[in-house]
């Protein structure tokens, strides 16, 4: 993320909303109950929400906003070089030395019960919440600390973290490791197998394989799907760490499951949106009709850890599949799960004709997408762009630049997409370089054109896959990539009279206004009401006719992505992109009558 920077746009709009959230957050407060389990006076009071109010008390994620905060600190740190997120990341690991220290333990948590309730949770003993799940998340916070900010502090912390972990888990046989793995436990084997990334320390890659919950990894590998009412985001985050245990461990079971993990949820089981699941739960797609209008659905963090799994995949194998999912989960549940005016981002983003998107309180809430989100939107740099020994892969389009060291090569990108399906990149070079360009061909458009300063030099008809123009390039040269943007529709195979519609890999959304809607009453505390806020009775248009031909009623609006479709009843309905909705009602999906 270093070696790229961000144009003026949204994407560096969410960044920057992100960052003024970040630094307007105090760290005593996220570690005041780190330091009471440590035996230490408080600094402050700690925040509310998901860390100290009782409604929460008994999924004990006390403690994992800090985990997420570091990360968020890091990647602020790795993307801008602003030295205050730094000193956040140091403070923040120096603090949780001192409880180290104090406590006489590796161990680091918030917990009420402290330290009690991991010890239990490792005996087998019967516990409310998710100690792995929570802890997680701290040692997460500290790797990135250590990788992402170059903090020694984040380092030696997380190591005395870890090096607890290996020997309270020691004396677990493979049985009862396996049964405490059927509580949610967080990407725990993925930050394992980074440890033994980062030391090259034999017992870190063993609880790498130790934390993989085999009764999920097996299927998976063998090709079975079995997800039908599983827990979504309790199992997105494990077959991360599959992903990577196979990358320290060679073993390609662990492969086969992440790769079928990711085809079957991407390509079954997703929303037009990239999200999926109803109330944080995969449902059988036959079934789709009785739960695409939830107001619970496609939970953001599963998006943020399924965009983590596309990044693993294609850096193993540089599929233009993966980019595609990438580029339109990022659009339709990433930048658009943020409020542009506060910084806040939701939970849900469910598809209940009329709703709307609710975002966090800046400091009573405290969600799990509250931490995700923290990190969701200073990380856009990490996938745009991506190289091998030969080639250099434009992935995503954005106003940006890159800086290739090692070629002496920075590419300038400069682009209004989506507005328009055309981006426009030139080489600053030291010397003329041999690099062949790879420009991604995405699958929603019909076909792809590359001109070279000015002359058409390829044309592609092969949606999906990628262009690759490899030249010796001259410092000043211009490439250009024209693509087709079209209006079309998608629907579950079991729903085929449920539809969204699509421009390009952007989804529309109906813009209904703000029937009954106060000011600031979606910015809410509880995510458990999601539905219940803001109810009531909501007009929302229907639409009729054949659902496969209704994208060919859609008509261009005054503005780049605006359209309007008539309503059965002949009323206009105004389509935006659903990224670009905010603070009003809204309808992504449709149930098309027969005209």
């Known amino acids: 993320m270093a070696d790229v920077a961000l144009g003026e746009g949204p994407f560096l709009h969410a960044q920057r909303m992100t960052e003024a959230y970040l630094l307007r957050l105090r760290p005593d407060r996220m570690l005041h109950n780190f330091r009471v389990n440590a035996g230490l006076k408080p600094k402050a009071p700690v925040y509310g929400g998901w860390e100290s109010e ?12 800090l985990g997420h905060y570091l990360s968020a600190c890091a990647l602020a740190y790795r993307s801008t070089k602003d030295r205050r997120f730094r000193q956040r990341v140091d403070y923040i690991a120096g603090e949780l030395a001192a409880c180290q220290k104090a406590a006489g333990s590796g161990l680091v948590c918030a917990f009420p019960d402290g330290p009690a309730l991991v010890a239990a949770h490792i005996r087998g003993e019967r516990i409310t ?23 020694a ?5 997380l190591i005395r973290l870890a ?71 309790t199992n997105v985050p494990k077959v991360v760490g599959f992903q990577r245990v196979y990358e320290v461990t060679g073993d390609d079971r662990y492969a086969r499951a992440a790769a079928f993990f990711f085809r079957t949820v ?13 109330n944080e ?27 983590k799994l596309a990044r693993l995949l294609f850096m193993q194998d540089p599929q233009a599949d993966y980019a595609d999912y990438h580029e339109r989960t990022l659009y339709n549940g990433i930048l658009a799960s943020q409020d542009p005016d506060s910084g806040m981002t939701t939970y849900f983003q469910g598809a209940r004709p009329g709703y709307m998107k609710l975002y966090h309180t800046p400091e009573d809430s405290f969600w799990c997408c509250t931490g995700t989100g923290m990190e969701n939107h200073v990380k856009y740099r990490d996938s745009i762009y991506f190289h091998d020994d030969r080639a250099l892969y434009v992935n995503l389009f954005l106003p940006s630049s890159v800086l290739w060291r090692e070629k002496g090569a920075d590419l300038v990108q400069r682009t209004a997409f989506p507005d328009a399906p055309v981006t426009s990149l030139q080489w600053k070079l030291r010397a003329p370089a041999q690099i062949a360009l790879r420009l991604r061909h995405p699958r929603w458009s019909r ?92 007009a929302v248009p229907t639409l009729a006719g054949d659902p496969k031909a209704l994208a060919q009623q859609i008509r261009p609006g005054a503005a780049p992505l605006e359209f ?32």
């Not at 490791?177 to 034999?202: Q, V």
């Not at 009764?215 to 799907?225: C, I, K, Q, S």
């Not at 991407?266 to 109803?278: V, Y």
């Not at 539809?499 to 000011?519: K, N």
Request: glycine share 10%; hydrophobic share 40%; charged share 20%.
């Open 266 to 278: 991407a390509h079954t089981r997703s929303f037009a949106t990239g999200g999926h699941g109803d």
């Open 447 to 538: 076909t792809a054109t590359v001109s070279v300063n000015g002359q058409e030099v390829l044309r592609s008809s092969t949606p999906g896959s990628y262009v690759e123009v490899d030249r010796l390039w001259q410092d000043g040269d211009r490439v250009e990539l024209r693509l087709a943007m079209e209006a079309a529709v998608e629907s579950a195979p079991a729903a085929p009279d449920i539809i969204a519609f699509t421009y390009g890999p952007i989804v529309l959304a109906g813009a209904l206004g703000r029937q009954g809607l106060a000011p600031g009453a979606d910015i809410i505390v509880n995510e458990r009401k999601y539905g219940e806020y803001n109810g009531g009775d909501v």
């Open 163 to 233: 090096d607890w972990g290996v020997a309270a888990t020691r004396p677990l046989s493979a049985a009862q490791f396996e049964a405490m793995l059927a509580t949610e436990h967080g990407g725990m084997n993925e930050i394992y197998a980074d440890l033994f990334a980062m030391t090259g320390r034999e017992e870190y890659r063993h609880l790498s394989r130790r934390f993989s919950h085999q009764a999920v990894m097996e299927p998976l590998a063998e090709g079975r799907d079995l997800l039908d009412g599983m827990h979504a985001n």
């Open 153 to 157: 502090a984040a380092r030696d912390v």
């Open 281 to 307: 739960h995969f449902f059988a797609m036959a079934d789709f009709d009785r739960h695409v209008f939830s107001a619970k659905g496609s939970e953001t963090c599963c998006q943020h850890n399924m965009l």
């Open 129 to 151: 919440g998710v100690p792995w799940y929570t802890l997680h998340k701290v040692y997460a916070g500290l790797r990135d600390g250590a990788l992402l900010a170059d903090s």
């Open 564 to 595: 309007t479709i008539a309503a059965k009843d002949g009323t206009p309905v105004r389509l935006i992109p659903y990224h670009r909705i905010a603070h009003e009602r809204y309808a992504t999906y449709w149930r098309v009558e027969s005209a």
């Open 54 to 65: 009782p409604t929460w008390a008994d999924i004990n994620c006390h403690g994992h906003t």
